[in-house]
Protein backbone atom coordinates (compact mmCIF):
# COMPACT_ATOMS: atom_id res chain seq x y z
CA UNK A 1 0.00 0.00 0.00
CA UNK A 2 1.06 3.24 -0.16
CA UNK A 3 2.55 6.27 1.76
CA UNK A 4 -0.02 8.66 0.35
CA UNK A 5 -3.57 9.24 -0.16
CA UNK A 6 -3.49 9.85 -3.72
CA UNK A 7 -1.00 8.65 -6.32
CA UNK A 8 2.23 10.88 -7.63
CA UNK A 9 1.58 12.14 -11.22
CA UNK A 10 5.22 11.92 -12.76
CA UNK A 11 5.37 14.04 -16.29
CA UNK A 12 8.44 13.10 -18.71
CA UNK A 13 8.80 12.88 -21.99
CA UNK A 14 12.01 10.36 -21.58
CA UNK A 15 11.33 6.89 -21.39
CA UNK A 16 14.21 5.92 -19.22
CA UNK A 17 14.03 8.94 -16.98
CA UNK A 18 10.38 8.06 -16.46
CA UNK A 19 11.42 4.86 -15.31
CA UNK A 20 14.02 5.49 -13.31
CA UNK A 21 12.11 8.12 -11.54
CA UNK A 22 8.62 5.55 -11.10
CA UNK A 23 11.02 2.94 -9.66
CA UNK A 24 12.61 5.15 -6.88
CA UNK A 25 8.96 7.04 -5.94
CA UNK A 26 7.40 3.29 -5.91
CA UNK A 27 10.39 2.33 -3.93
CA UNK A 28 9.73 4.97 -1.58
CA UNK A 29 6.05 3.87 -1.36
CA UNK A 30 4.33 6.18 -3.59
CA UNK A 31 2.11 4.64 -6.12
CA UNK A 32 3.06 6.34 -9.43
CA UNK A 33 0.83 7.86 -12.57
CA UNK A 34 2.60 8.71 -15.67
CA UNK A 35 2.43 11.42 -18.18
CA UNK A 36 4.66 11.57 -21.49
CA UNK A 37 3.65 15.24 -22.01
CA UNK A 38 1.70 18.36 -20.99
CA UNK A 39 -1.45 17.72 -22.53
CA UNK A 40 -1.80 14.03 -20.62
CA UNK A 41 -0.46 15.69 -17.49
CA UNK A 42 -3.65 18.94 -17.37
CA UNK A 43 -5.93 16.00 -18.46
CA UNK A 44 -5.17 13.89 -15.22
CA UNK A 45 -4.83 16.63 -13.05
CA UNK A 46 -8.22 17.65 -14.24
CA UNK A 47 -9.89 14.94 -12.93
CA UNK A 48 -11.76 14.81 -9.72
CA UNK A 49 -9.29 11.78 -8.45
CA UNK A 50 -6.19 13.69 -9.72
CA UNK A 51 -3.25 13.06 -7.82
CA UNK A 52 -2.37 15.62 -5.42
CA UNK A 53 1.70 16.06 -6.49
CA UNK A 54 2.94 16.06 -9.69
CA UNK A 55 6.54 16.16 -10.57
CA UNK A 56 6.98 17.37 -14.27
CA UNK A 57 10.30 17.53 -16.81
CA UNK A 58 9.97 21.11 -17.36
CA UNK A 59 10.69 21.07 -21.65
CA UNK A 60 8.07 18.61 -22.71
CA UNK A 61 6.28 18.26 -26.10
CA UNK A 62 2.55 19.59 -26.39
CA UNK A 63 3.02 21.75 -23.63
CA UNK A 64 5.72 22.62 -20.92
CA UNK A 65 5.77 22.18 -17.24
Not at 12 to 37: F, N, T
Not at 51 to 57: E, F, G, Q, R, V
Amino acid sequence: MSNTDKPVLLVEDSPVYQRLISVHLQDWGSEVVAARDGLQAWTLLERPDSPSLALMDWVMPKMDG
